[in-house]
């Protein structure tokens, strides 16, 4: 099957961009955050996590204060897109988000995203949907804790 051409365009223009935006986009709710297999808390502090999306790699360190563990464990939030997921499911040490995300302009894409996490550590793989009808672009972020404490002079989520 052939795409068109204007989806084969927006596809190669837009796939690097939204793919790593929306896994950078999904704002959690503190219950979700707070349900490990263990029963403990994903934990705050100095985080390093890297996006990959369409051969797109990128890492970032982020010092993650208490207040902000549940949006930072939901999926990362930008500025840029705005995320809802009416599919949550966390529990056990697997979590997986389905819903869509909406940029400034209006434009939306679907996403899913699903995977393993431990109270220092996640892992999210899944993709974005830019058009209905079309396959899902692969991406992926891995979080790790790297200290309790956060670097003095560490950029915070």
């Known amino acids: ?10 596809l190669a223009v837009a796939a690097p961009a939204v793919a790593g935006a929306v896994l950078l986009a999904a704002p959690a709710s503190s219950h979700q955050a707070r349900t490990p297999a263990t029963g403990a808390e994903v934990l705050p502090g100095y985080w390093e996590y890297t996006t990959s999306a369409v051969g797109i790699r990128s890492t970032e360190q982020k010092c993650v204060r208490p207040s902000e563990i549940n949006r930072f464990f939901g999926g990362l939030s930008t500025r840029r897109w705005q995320c809802v997921y009416p599919t949550r499911v966390v ?13 400034p302009k209006g434009r939306r894409v679907n996403v899913r995203l699903g995977g393993s996490y431990q109270t220092e550590s996640f892992r999210f793989t899944g993709g974005a949907q830019l058009a209905r009808g079309t396959p899902y672009l ?11 404490v956060c670097p003095e002079g560490a950029e915070y989520f």
Do not use: H, K, Q, Y
């Not at 099957?1 to 927006?10: A, E, G």
């Not at 529990?91 to 940029?103: I, K, L, P, V």
């Not at 692969?138 to 309790?148: E, H, K, V």
């Open 138 to 148: 692969p991406a992926s972020i891995t979080a790790r804790r790297l200290a309790a």
């Open 91 to 103: 529990g056990n040490g697997t979590a997986r988000f389905e819903g869509s995300c909406t940029d």
């Open 1 to 10: 099957m052939t795409l068109p051409s204007f989806v084969m365009r927006t």
